[in-house]
């Protein structure tokens, strides 16, 4: 007996290289490539850009699991109790309800492909970042725009310290 693929139910999408949303997020840029939108909601997968130094602090994602491709670069993790270095071809899977951080320790930006399943997160960016602007440098974030950012995470599944 075969089973038959609703068609109306099936979604695809091609993302070209350069393209789609990119957001100015505490002094990061991220892509986003895919939204839950295009997969119902199932998966969505961004690009970042992590300067020299920068991360995010320890946090949690209660709702998605997290799995990072480093393309470039160094990254610290933590992921739990275990510490390694990331670098280019090495992926990083993080279980949602796993306190994890990464810390970019390199000279150089790093550059990831990490994606959200469910997805959902995808939004906390969208809505708590900055449009990227071509040409112009990336703002820095004041403690106080971070502390912004925090208060609405948790409404997308995120739990972390209220300052950075």
């Not at 071509?134 to 609405?152: C, D, G, K, Y």
Request: with cysteine; charged share 15%; aromatic share 10%.
């Amino acid at each position: 007996m075969s089973e038959q693929v609703n068609e109306s139910s099936v979604q695809s999408a091609l993302v070209p290289a350069g393209e789609g949303e990119s957001i100015w997020f505490d002094g990061n840029v991220y892509t986003v490539k895919i939204s839950g939108d295009a997969t119902n909601g199932a998966l969505s997968v961004l690009e970042s850009s992590i300067p020299p130094g920068n991360g995010p602090p320890l946090h949690i994602h209660t709702e998605s699991d997290e799995v990072f491709h480093v393309l470039s670069g160094q990254l610290e993790f933590q992921v739990g109790a275990a510490k390694f270095t990331g670098k280019a071809g090495d992926y990083v899977f993080v279980p949602h309800g796993t306190p994890h951080c990464f810390k970019n320790v390199g000279v150089h930006v790093a550059h990831t492909i990490f994606a959200y399943t469910p997805a959902g997160f995808e939004k906390f960016f969208q809505e708590s970042g900055d449009p990227a602007v071509p040409n112009m440098p990336i703002p820095q974030w004041s403690p106080e725009r971070f502390e912004r950012a925090v208060a609405i995470a948790p409404r997308f599944g995120w739990e972390g310290p209220k300052t950075k």
